[in-house]
T-cell receptor, first 114, second 117 residues
Framework: KQEVTQIPAALSVPEGENLVLNCSFTDSAIYNLQWFRQDPGKGLTSLLLIQSSQREQTSGRLNASLDKSSGRSTLYIAASQPGDSATYLCAVATKADSWGKLQFGAGTQVVVTP | EAQVTQNPRYLITVTGKKLTVTCSQNMNHEYMSWYRQDPGLGLRQIYYSMNVEVTDKGDVPEGYKVSRKEKRNFPLILESPSPNQTSLYFC????????????????FGQGTRLTVV
């Protein structure tokens, strides 16, 4: 059974520093991995979807890498801003699971201080 | 604007009183699903639907029902809610590209915070 782990559980950085968020998974037979942002009262917002054949995906200040063989993904957020404060979740679509099912990590809560 | 809409956003109810949480999407997606989020347990899938009249259980279906009579709507029904169903619920949708193909980007609603007393 796929297990997804996110470390650290919480992170606090001063504004301007780069953020590095980690996600690991136990079953490397995946279709893709998706990073989400969760804000209180605003649901989950999709940030990046990285396919199993890709090594990285970029969107603005966000960059996600994927090393499928080692079961790891990293989300980099450059030059953090207070507006980046949120909980970040990674979710994996595993080939052994039913289509569309996502297995989530518990998330990393990020606070960016001005 | 492409979106998944859940209602209500907040709900407090009493044990045993039937309730329905609605979910609607405007992206013409075939695939829809429900998750619940609990501290320390993350998000877990309750039910999913591949298309109209096609639904199946996820990891934690006990105590829940769903129906898919229209493509855009996927309501979650709690016929006799209990305190252990107190949770944050999310509906999601995505474009279905076929079994055996990679799933597509999932879009989530804003969540429904349910408290059962």
């Amino acid at each position: 059974k796929q297990e997804v782990t996110q470390i650290p559980a919480a992170l606090s950085v001063p504004e301007g520093e780069n953020l590095v968020l980690n996600c690991s998974f136990t079953d490397s037979a995946i279709y893709n991995l998706q990073w989400f942002r969760q804000d209180p009262g605003k649901g989950l917002t999709s940030l990046l979807l990285i396919q199993s054949s890709q090594r990285e995906q970029t969107s603005g200040r966000l960059n996600a890498s994927l090393d499928k063989s080692s079961g790891r993904s990293t989300l980099y957020i450059a030059a953090s801003q207070p507006g980046d404060s949120a909980t970040y979740l990674c979710a994996v679509a595993t080939k052994a699971d039913s289509w569309g099912k996502l297995q989530f990590g518990a998330g990393t809560q990020v606070v960016v201080t001005p | 604007e492409a979106q998944v809409t859940q209602n209500p956003r907040y709900l407090i109810t009493v044990t045993g009183k039937k309730l329905t949480v609605t979910c609607s999407q405007n992206m013409n997606h075939e695939y829809m699903s429900w998750y619940r989020q609990d501290p320390g347990l993350g998000l877990r899938q309750i039910y999913y639907s591949m298309n109209v009249e096609v639904t199946d259980k996820g990891d934690v279906p006990e105590g829940y029902k769903v129906s898919r009579k229209e493509k855009r709507n996927f309501p979650l029904i709690l016929e006799s809610p209990s305190p252990n169903q107190t949770s944050l619920y999310f509906c999601a949708s995505s474009l279905f590209t076929g079994t055996g193909t990679p799933n597509t980007e999932a879009f989530f609603g804003q969540g429904t915070r349910l408290t059962v007393v």
